[in-house]
């Protein structure tokens, strides 16, 4: 089992910035895979950004690559999603995902509970 609790989110206007954390727990932080997903209201939960063991990363591109950050530090078993540039658009819940294989093949089995982001206008 994994358990992740995020945390960092809250209420900012257009053109701020937020940074997101996930802690995990339960696995060797670097066998695992983090990802952090959102799911903005009347939505479906869509993929945000992944980085594996050895820090591959993937953005999705089209929302907002160029304006996050995901990182992760091994030591701390905690993964990071630096926000910047807000749009009222990225307001959703924020989730963080583990995926037990370290180069994130398969599905994100394990979730945190949610951050809300809310970006004013």
């Known amino acids: 089992q994994v358990q992740l609790v995020e945390s960092g989110g809250g209420l900012v206007q257009a053109g701020g910035s937020l940074r997101l954390s996930c802690a995990a727990s339960?696995?060797?932080?670097?066998?695992?895979?983090m990802g952090w997903f959102r799911q903005a209201p009347e939505k479906e939960r869509e993929f945000v950004a992944t980085?594996?063991?050895?820090?591959?990363?993937?953005y999705n591109a089209d929302s907002v690559k160029g304006r996050f950050t995901i990182s992760r530090d091994n030591a701390k078993n905690t993964v990071y999603l630096q926000m910047n540039s807000l749009k009222p658009e990225d307001t959703a819940v924020y989730y963080c995902?583990?995926?037990?294989?370290?180069?994130?093949?398969?599905?994100?089995?394990?979730w945190g509970q949610g951050t809300q982001v809310t970006v004013s206008s």
């Open positions: 980085i594996t063991w050895s820090n591959y990363i993937q």
């Open positions: 995902a583990a995926n037990t294989d370290r180069n994130g093949l398969g599905q994100y089995a394990y």
């Open positions: 339960g696995r060797t932080f670097n066998s695992l895979a």
